[in-house]
């Protein structure tokens, strides 16, 4: 376990763009220094699909991810991993190994909701 990070007031957080989407394609990423998977994740209007690349091959293949729903982080600038802009930061926690286990709502929720 890392130690916790310093306080920070509210307003950090209400910077973050956290929102929900749907997989609606995955792909393997073999030209990723660490082993990765491409996603396409539909938020809804008015963000439309946004590509990430996830480092979740332990947990997942790329068809299981499909119709999943997860949460990611909108607002980062796009970052360029290999030849993929990856255009938002998929959301996951560490298992007992530090494998990524992906962050998603308990229940099917609207598209582009914002975590609060």
């Not at 539909?42 to 091959?57: H, L, N, W």
């Not at 926690?93 to 975590?115: A, I, K, N, Q, Y």
Request: hydrophobic letters at 40%.
């Amino acid at each position: 376990m890392t130690e916790p990070r310093p306080t920070v007031g509210l307003d950090h957080f209400e910077a973050l763009d956290i929102r929900v989407g749907t997989v609606t394609d995955a792909q393997p990423f073999p030209e990723a220094r660490k082993p990765a998977i491409k996603l396409w994740i539909d938020f809804g209007a008015p963000i439309g699909i946004k590509r990430s690349s996830a480092q979740v091959t332990r947990h997942y293949k790329p068809d299981q991810l499909i119709g999943r729903q997860v949460c990611a982080v909108v607002n980062f600038p796009p970052r360029q991993i290999g030849p993929f802009m990856s255009e938002v930061l998929t959301l996951g926690l560490p298992d007992r190994t530090g494998e990524v286990v992906l962050v998603r709502p308990d229940h099917s929720v609207p598209d582009g909701g914002r975590l609060f």
